[in-house]
């Protein structure tokens, strides 16, 4: 008897601890949101939810009202006993407008949002899982903000205000991604990120040099990886997420998985992702009256070289649609550990890989030789692309003395890049190989002083080691040879920077906030050619180059939130670029119809920029948000390519081809100038509406002439329904025109690749949807270009995907 009143009594304790305990969730996804909010109305009890949505509300009376409140959701409010009687769960439904939301990338401190007078997107975890992108090029594509060029399915190159490749700056962790040899041309490395282990990504709009230095031009994208989660309590948390996807457009069939085992002071997480894509179908609507430059249908992949009996053939395409040599095969490989000793520390040791097969640079394979009318390459293709990458993280909190908050990261980085070509008809098949060793360490200081005012202070010191070696190899006899000139100097590179920065927000009051920043940068470039090099190409400058260039940039803001859900913020802020290796050093074969050679410019000044911002945003009836913001862009001594004199000739025989001369050179000045807006509605709690608009215009004072790299007017509306289980937004992407008078003569904006016309507009239909079968098991179906009409996006030497059918299956245990 004795026996059996202990049991109920057990019972009765475990009922009345699990009728405390609840959780939160994600209405449409059920998967738990930590750190969600709990308080009474008079905010005199707080609690907080854990890694895995629990919260004990035990110390609430049933008489409260309890408030759960998260940033990225809607607020509700509920009685204990609703609680209760909903089984102890809350379910929370995502919130379009975002006002309490921190971010890191300004400063590289958590911050709020609304304090910085920057313009900072904010791409979420849920975000990425529910856009389901297939690399991260098109998970910053699909935001309507950033506009991206692909010369070939393995490519993305992202713009932000008119400024790509080497002058936006990409992050990943804390660590600088770029390096010496990142062109200004077109970039395809943000393809080695792997968007399935995204925590979130931060994109910071207008220069970022106070805080990043050189490059941040345009702006910065920060992609913040997940960090492993420690467990909450005394026993293991153990999460296993894993995904398989499917997609029509270029057959499409990728995977991956992810394992976070947390402990209370030690965790671990390990993440794998594999695609194969095969080639890409573009639409099949298309207007009749577009032809490109060699007199064919625009677009069309009408032929493809082929080597049948030891000979190369050009190959008639039985369907256009279907563009030939476009597919790759990447991996994703992330291992971190995370040790926790206690409240005032932790660390982190980050491990990433990412690796691909050979990426056919589609553009060039359908270049037309317009002597003899056949396909210019029988071969063109990246070798397999390696971005390996190994950092130390250690942060540190005290209560007094230099700072508060310190953040150390120590990092090294491998990159391959190597380019294989060969002629249509020419069995010498042309090999040029770059690596880049890359050495950083960034320390980062954060101070309050008497609550009004933050400092921020750091250094930073990088070091680049760049190899690159060309030769020529028979694919008959398989004789090597090294007659051919390397892409950058062949006896090696360095590139040195080493800087330091203090910034300073200052809240004058509760409407006010004055925020001013300063930096020094120092970098140190030295090349060398072999006198192989230099007989090959005779220079006619010394073979060794030196630069030592020094910057100082400044930043001023004003924040103004006079009330009634106004703001207002001004920023002025001022970036350069110092020429790396591949602005100064590089020798870039001819492309397309016109025939142009880039050849090395030592004489290459530094580029700087001073730009302006105004940002209007008001939010009414805490339902609606509309914002404005304006840029202007002074450009001095901007790096531009344009005709040169080699030896003092405007053309030169390279390859076998007479070929018009062009180097990066500075121009006295240029501008950008242009406006983004975007309109968030919360209609319902269900539905939602947003959309964005971005507008840019440049060009070069000098002679009047356009800037490259600058997007026609782009934007995206979607509308977006959320209820239990479920969600799906149909959204609309759109692109204005862009004439042939409006294109780039620096070969940079691809005119070969446009119509007769130049870039047609266009607009794509589009509707994604998500459904949670139970709490471990989900699956995603998507519908791309549901006109399946034919386009492509500026500057680019691929066509879209037409009509594709995405179909994922998501697993969390």
Known sequence: MKNIFIIIAFCFVYQFASSQTIRVLDKSDLQPISDAGLSDIAKTKVQKTNNIGRADISQFNDADTIVVSHVSYQTVKLTKKQIVDASNKIFLVDNVIKLGEVVLSANKVEELKSDLPNKIDVISAKQIAFTNPQTSGDLLQQTGNVFVQQSQMGGSSPVIRGFEANKVLLFIDGVRMNNAIYRSGHLQN???????????????????????????????????????????DDKTYIKTNVYTRFSTANQEKSGGFNINIGGKKIGSLTSFSYKDLGNLRSGHIYNPFYTNVYGNTWGKCLYYAERINGKDSMVVNPNPDIQKNTGYKQYDVLQKFMLKPNEKSFYVLNIQMSNSSDIPRYDRLTDIDIKTGKLAYAEWYYGPQTRILGSLQANFKRDKGLYDNMSIIGAYQNISEDRIQRKFNVVSKEFREETVDVYSLNIDFKKEIKEKHELRYGAEVLYDEVGSVAYAKNIVTDVKSITISSRYPDNGSTYQTTAAYLTHNWEIGKQIIF????????????????????????????????????????????????????????????????????????????????????????????????????????????????????????IKDAIVARPFLFDGQDSIIYDGKLCQVQANTNAREALIYGFQTSLLAQITTQFSILSNLTYTYGEVEEDKSHLDHIPPIYGMTSFKLEIKKFKSEFYLRYNGAKVLGEYSSSGEDNLQYATTYGCPRWYTFNLRTSYQINKFIGLQVGLENILDDHYRVFASGISAPGRNLIITLRGTI
């Open 190 to 232: 943000v393809i080695t990120v792997d968007p399935s282990i995204l925590e979130k990504v931060e994109i910071l709009y207008g220069p970022g040099s106070v805080i990043y230095g050189s490059d941040a031009l345009g702006g910065v994208m920060h992609f913040f990886t997940k960090n492993p989660q420690l467990s909450t």
């Open 515 to 634: 925020t001013q920043g300063l930096r020094y940068s120092n970098i140190v470039l030295n090349a060398e050619y072999t006198d192989t090099m230099m007989s090959i190409m005779k220079f006619p400058f010394n073979k060794k180059i030196k630069q030592d260039n020094s910057a100082i940039n400044g930043s001023v803001g004003l924040v103004y939130q006079p009330g009634k859900d106004w703001r207002f913020a001004y920023n002025f802020s001022s970036g350069f670029i110092a020429p790396n290796v591949d602005d100064l050093t590089k020798v870039n074969d001819s492309k397309g119809k016109s025939q142009l050679l880039i050849v090395p410019n030592p004489d290459l000044k530094p580029a700087y920029a001073y730009n302006q911002d105004l940002t209007i945003a008001k939010v009414f009836n805490k339902t609606v948000q509309f914002e404005i913001t304006g840029f202007y862009t002074i």
